[in-house]
């Protein structure tokens, strides 16, 4: 067979037009949400308020396998994707490794993430519900940037509540919000009840997701024509990022190979949803075992040392309950640079098969995660977001097993960005400067203790 090449890139025929459900292929669904006040299962209809109607059906939707692009996605899609399917040639050889590496990058377009691939179907149902604007939070940034570039291109308006510490650290990630005509509001802010309570019970606070989501929804309940919409942990969101792993998948198979390990850094759980979504269906229909690695900051550790639980989704527990490996939505997690990850919760799908076994996680230090992002530029020029370097770490960890052990395993892994914000971050690592956190076993029972009680079901 031909050498393969450096970065291959599906043709338009080649290109996935259907996102897969993985959750049709789940022999046990995801529990039920939760509606926060009766505790009973939440109905569809009870989303509308918050979601719009289409993506609230998405999100209910445990049986349908595979669901249609929409065309007007499909155009959308062919500006930045297909993304090319890498082999990091440059970093086993720096490895010194007999295992073969691949990676997805999704980092190809102006929002320099993966994020876009939801963003687009989101902004696409509200257009055709006939709404006029959205809310919504970000973290590290790349969310709001990927969700104006849409609400642009579909014309609607579009509020960013914008967790403090990345607003503070990344002024240029709010500048190009307003340059596609985004509004950004630092979080916790004064313009809701949410974020006022907040800033009351703790003043000096750096925001975490959970509370600019709290404010989100506040503004999108009480907004005309407004809804909310989530950039990660949702269904709907890992169900539109199955892209990643659809495409990954038919160009692995053009290249004759298959992975024996995918690896995903996982903050609220969208692109390790996403990308090993049919390689996840490979192993719940008993077609091929490969294992699946999610790698996650040890500040923020909510697969390797939360709790299973229900809990909110968002800091001012406004949001309906879900069943998730969680760290308790009043943590609010250590300013790591990895912005994207941090996240109390997980998704409810990815949380559902790693406590059934499906799935291993790791959690891993920052100063590691940027050893080896700056192995990863240097060896295949692509400068990773700090997020996706978790990822990366993961990757090259497992590589490195391989050199031990002489296997000559194939690793996929997601790239999932690029961190020309987050030099900073970079710089502190380059001059030294950078420390880890991880927080102790009483800082994380602050969380835990706060969880809901639900009568029955959690006590
Ligand atoms: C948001 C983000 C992540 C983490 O979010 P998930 O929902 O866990 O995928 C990872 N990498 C980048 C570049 C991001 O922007």
């Known amino acids: ?116 691939n939801s963003a687009v179907a989101q902004a696409y149902y509200a257009k055709q519900q006939g709404l006029k604007h959205l809310t919504t939070e970000t973290g590290a940034g790349q969310w709001g940037t990927a969700l104006a570039e849409a609400c642009s ?35 916790p802010s004064t313009t809701t009840e949410a974020g006022r309570k907040i800033l009351e019970a703790h003043p000096d606070t750096t925001g975490s997701l959970g509370c600019a989501i709290s404010e989100a929804v506040e503004k999108a309940v009480t907004t005309p024509d407004c809804k909310y919409v989530l950039g990660s942990v949702l269904n709907q969101v890992l169900l539109h990022q199955s892209i990643i792993g659809e495409e990954s998948k038919i160009a692995m198979e053009l290249l004759d190979t298959y992975p024996d390990v995918v690896v995903g850094c996982a903050g609220g759980g969208s692109n390790l949803g996403g990308l090993i979504a049919p390689f996840m269906r490979d192993k719940l229909t008993g077609k091929a075992n490969p294992r699946i690695v999610a790698v996650e900051p040890a500040s923020c550790p909510s697969l390797t040392r939360g709790r299973y639980a229900y809990d909110f989704c968002d800091t001012g527990a406004i949001t309906p309950l879900a069943r998730m490996y969680t760290l308790g939505s009043a943590f609010v997690p250590s300013p790591n640079h990895a912005g994207g ?9 990815l949380s559902k098969l790693y406590h059934d076994g499906y799935m291993e996680a790791v959690a891993v230090e920052q100063t590691k995660v940027f050893e080896a992002a700056v192995l990863f530029a240097k060896q295949e020029t692509i400068l990773p977001a700090p997020e996706s370097a978790h990822a990366i770490r993961g990757a090259i960890d497992e590589a490195l097993r391989c050199k031990e052990t002489g296997e000559a395993k194939t690793i996929l892994f997601g790239l999932t960005g690029t961190g020309y914000f987050d030099m900073t971050a970079y710089d502190a690592y380059n001059s030294g400067r950078m420390t880890d956190h991880v927080p102790s076993d009483e800082e994380l029972e602050v969380g835990f203790s706060q969880l809901p009680k639900i009568p029955g079901i959690q006590e």
């Not at 999704?106 to 993966?114: A, D, K, R, V």
Request: hydrophobic share 35%.
């Open 1 to 116: 067979m031909a050498k393969i090449p450096h970065r291959l890139y599906l043709t338009e025929e080649q290109m996935p037009k259907q996102w897969y459900n993985l959750r049709a292929d789940m022999k046990e669904k995801p529990d039920p949400m939760l509606n926060p006040q009766t505790f009973q299962p939440t109905k569809e209809e009870e989303l509308y308020p918050v979601f719009c109607e289409a993506l609230a059906h998405q999100e209910m939707d445990n049986e349908t396998r595979f669901i249609d692009i929409p065309d007007e996605v499909q155009e959308f899609y062919k500006m930045y994707r297909p993304s090319p399917l890498c082999r990091a040639y440059n970093l086993e050889k720096a490895l010194g490794t007999p295992a073969k590496i691949y990676y997805k990058f999704e980092g190809n377009n102006t929002s320099g993430s993966h994020k876009l």
């Open 153 to 187: 291109y579909f014309g609607l308006d579009l509020t960013v509540f914008m967790v403090k510490c990345s607003y503070e650290q990344k002024p240029f990630r709010k500048a190009i919000i307003e340059t596609v005509n985004g509004k950004v509001v630092p979080s």
């Open 341 to 349: 990850l941090r996240y109390h919760g997980m998704a409810p799908i």
